[in-house]
Nanobody
Framework: QVQLVESGGGLVQAGGSLRLSCAAS????????MGWFRQTPGKEREFVAA????????YYADSVKGRFTISRDNAKNTVYLQMNSLKPEDTAVYYC?????????????????WGQGTQVTVSS
């Protein structure tokens, strides 16, 4: 079992920045691929970013590429999502999740564990 707890969400003006954190339990955190997704009411959960077990590979949705940065600190069992140049369309609940190596990082159904989510609201 892996427990994930997100933090760092909030209200920010367009053009501003936020840094989300996701703290994970478990001694095997460094073995997992970690992902961030977001969801707005009535829509499917949307892939945002993912990072390999050692941070050597990162993947981003086109909509956030160049603005968001995913990183991880395996010593702290934590993955981060630095969000810059935020836009109102980035408003959503953001979730971190665990996917096992070898599974697709893009599809939410491939992920084994999820956090409870943190709300990000970007005002215009």
């Amino acid at each position: 079992q892996v427990q994930l707890v997100e933090s760092g969400g909030g209200l920010v003006q367009a053009g501003g920045s936020l840094r989300l954190s996701c703290a994970a339990s478990g001694r095997t955190f460094s073995m997992y691929v970690m992902g961030w997704f977001r969801q707005t009411p009535g829509k499917e959960r949307e892939f945002v970013a993912a990072i390999s077990w050692n941070g050597g590979r990162t993947y981003y949705a086109d909509s956030v590429k160049g603005r968001f940065t995913i990183s991880r600190d395996n010593a702290k069992n934590t993955v981060y999502l630095q969000m810059n140049s935020l836009k109102p369309e980035d408003t959503a609940v953001y979730y971190c999740a665990v996917v096992y190596e070898g599974r697709s990082y893009y599809y939410p159904d491939e992920y084994a564990y999820w956090g409870q989510g943190t709300q990000v609201t970007v005002s215009s």
